[in-house]
């Protein structure tokens, strides 16, 4: 395995890092009201911790208004749902697949607010 002397040898680690931030900011969608109706990019698909690299002070407005949309997602059950549809002939395939991913998205939400708000 490299060690960063050695990949600093073959690129240029902060301006990759700065290429990657430039990524994210160009994907997370900024209008927050979308974050609880629609199926946009949020900062919890990129940032499930807060140590990440990535992680700068312009997302936090970002992610502050992800978490605050979480309560009212977050289904009876404790879970959290699906934010996307097959427009599609396959009901029952859906309804299976949403199965399916239901318990991977409350991981991922679970985790996000615990970590973000433990942050505070």
């Given at each position: 395995?490299?060690?960063?002397?050695?990949?600093e040898?073959?690129?240029?680690?902060?301006?990759?890092?700065?290429?990657?931030?430039?990524?994210?900011?160009?994907?997370?969608?900024?209008?927050?009201?979308?974050?609880?109706?629609?199926?946009?990019?949020?900062?919890?698909?990129?940032?499930?911790?807060?140590?990440?690299?990535?992680?700068?002070?312009?997302?936090?407005?970002?992610?502050?208004?992800?978490?605050e949309?979480?309560?009212?997602?977050?289904?009876?059950?404790?879970?959290?749902?699906i934010?996307?549809?097959?427009?599609?002939?396959?009901?029952?395939?859906?309804?299976?697949?949403?199965?399916?991913?239901?318990?991977?998205?409350?991981?991922?939400?679970?985790?996000?607010?615990t970590?973000?708000?433990?942050?505070?």
């Open positions: 395995m490299l060690n960063r002397e050695q990949i040898g073959i690129i240029d680690v902060d301006q990759s890092r700065t290429a990657i931030i430039r990524a994210i900011d160009a994907t997370v969608c900024r209008d927050t009201t979308r974050y609880s109706t629609e199926y946009v990019t949020m900062p919890s698909t990129f940032f499930r911790s807060a140590d990440s690299p990535f992680l700068v002070a312009s997302f936090m407005p970002l992610i502050q208004a992800e978490l949309t979480l309560p009212a997602r977050q289904t009876p059950d404790g879970g959290f749902d934010s996307w549809q097959w427009h599609t002939d396959y009901p029952e395939t859906f309804a299976q697949a949403r199965d399916w991913w239901r318990p991977r998205v409350t991981l991922d939400k679970l985790r996000f607010l970590t973000f708000t433990k942050r505070g």
